[in-house]
């Protein structure tokens, strides 16, 4: 057994090893990839990546037939930063022999599925850097004794248990976000996160209440009770939210600023003050906020529905979750109005929760490493406009961050798709210059 096998520590050591394989690091492997067929072997960067998913897979639950993107499918993987990649969502439909099809829909915004199976497309062109299957459960300092630490040993656990190691020069951790449900509610046969909303669904048997209860009130909130009015005829589906009603998601031309690339570079010089109000501002670009040809289809629902005599589409507003209690052929929730304090009880057959989702703390991962990264007067990490993470001069190795947990840093497209072709080529131009920098350094050290 080999010591990549074993969990003892690694002889080979990779230039940079990515943690997580979502649409984040997939645009770093692209980047890479693009990066090293344009230079020689001697230049290459040599780089590994770990996925805990079986096969690459993005918010796969809510493929709902006909969601679309709420981006447009300009903001690929590579455009931004070089729109002649053979890695463009174009260039893609290219492939598939669907581009006339594509341009004769006079749309920006492709489906869901289709910017899925995107993504899948180019996940499979880099597939020799990923490892499928395998979770990293630490990032520790390299043994190297007692000076510097020029790399760092990423565990991993894999599906039957053992661990291994993977040693390298620099770490991009991009773990992504996890379903954050209400406070005293856990998930259960009948009580789901919508990011489980299509594996759920496929399983549920028996419906005796012929109902159904969806709590929130942003995108994936009105896709998911659009869905189930859809997919379940003789159900009655409820959409219980604090708010009045859905609230435009603000996509004009001057607010989607905010996403442009140059904006990330105004966000991070900007002083503190200036971050949370711009973050404030523009908050309604993308959270807690409905894609407006979404709210007119299911306010048209409810009326039509209210003109015939049958409803439903039931809009609970102004109503908030109290309890809930699962059982083994329902769910039973007492809701709360808002505005008349009266409580009662609602019996459905499953609730689904659209409540969210919480950045993952990478920090988990580090351990004592923790205490090298440099933190901010409120306690944050301290990350640079490459996205390295600042660290004591103990740690040498690079350690970045992608998405969730960089918005104070790089403003609200940290978590997004707008700028991961941007990011991702500055992130491998970072990686080529600090190894640059260091093969320099060590000549000096070490002449001829």
């Known amino acids: 057994?080999?010591?990549?096998?074993?969990?003892?520590?690694?002889e080979h050591v990779d230039d940079v090893v990515g943690v997580g394989f979502g649409p984040a690091n997939l645009a770093l492997a692209v980047a890479i990839h693009e990066h090293n067929a344009r230079r020689p072997d001697t230049d290459a960067v040599r780089a590994a990546f770990v996925e805990q998913q079986s096969q690459f897979g993005w918010h796969p639950g809510m493929l709902l037939e006909g969601a679309t993107m709420q981006v447009s499918f300009l903001k690929d993987l590579v455009t931004m930063r070089d729109p002649g990649s053979p890695f463009t969502f174009l260039r893609y439909l290219h492939e598939q022999g669907r581009l006339p099809d594509f341009i004769n829909q006079k749309s920006f915004f492709p489906t869901r599925i289709e910017f899925h199976d995107?993504?899948?497309?180019?996940a499979a062109a880099v597939d020799?850097?990923?490892?499928?299957?395998e979770t990293a459960v630490a990032i520790r300092p390299a043994a190297t004794g007692v000076g510097p630490v020029?790399?760092?040993d990423v565990v991993v656990s894999r599906a039957d248990g053992r661990r291994r190691v993977l040693r390298a020069r620099n770490v991009v951790v991009s773990t992504g976000l996890r379903p954050r449900m209400p406070a005293g509610v856990t998930a259960g046969p009948r009580v789901w996160h919508n990011h489980d909303l299509l594996f759920?669904?496929?399983?549920l048997r028996e419906r005796r209440h012929r109902r159904f209860i969806v709590v929130g009130a942003g995108q994936s909130a009105a896709e998911t009770a659009e869905y189930l009015h859809r997919t379940f005829p003789d159900a009655e589906v409820c959409a219980v939210f604090a708010r009045y009603g859905y609230s435009p998601a603000d996509d004009?031309?001057?607010?989607n600023r905010i996403f442009d690339p140059a904006a990330v570079d105004d966000f991070?010089?900007?002083p503190e003050d200036v971050k949370q109000t711009l973050l404030s501002y523009h908050a309604n670009t993308n959270y807690s906020v409905v894609d407006g040809e979404l709210i007119?289809?299911?306010y048209r629902i409810v009326y039509q529905e209210k003109v015939a005599g049958v409803q439903r589409l039931r809009i609970l507003n102004t109503t908030a979750l109290e309890s809930v209690d699962e059982s083994a052929d329902g769910v039973r929730c007492v809701l709360r109005s808002l505005t008349t304090g009266q409580r009662y009880p609602l019996d459905s057959d499953a609730v689904v929760l659209a409540t969210g989702y919480a950045p993952v703390d990478w920090r988990e991962l580090l351990g004592a490493l923790a205490d090298e990264c440099i933190t901010d007067a409120l306690g944050r990490p301290r990350i640079g406009r490459d996205h390295r993470v600042l660290t004591s001069d103990w740690i040498r190795a690079g350690l970045y961050v992608q998405g969730a947990g960089t918005e104070h840093s790089h403003g609200l497209t940290a978590s997004l798709l707008s700028t991961l072709a941007v990011r991702s080529g500055e992130i491998c131009d970072s990686l080529v210059r600090r190894r640059a920098a260091t093969a320099g350094l060590a000549t000096a050290v070490h002449p001829g």
């Open 296 to 298: 007119e289809q299911l």
């Open 150 to 152: 020029d790399h760092l």
């Open 128 to 133: 020799d850097m990923v490892a499928y299957g």
């Open 252 to 255: 004009s031309p001057f607010a």
């Open 200 to 203: 759920r669904t496929r399983e």
């Open 1 to 10: 057994m080999s010591a990549r096998d074993s969990g003892s520590p690694a």
């Open 268 to 270: 991070y010089t900007a």
């Open 118 to 122: 995107y993504l899948r497309w180019c």
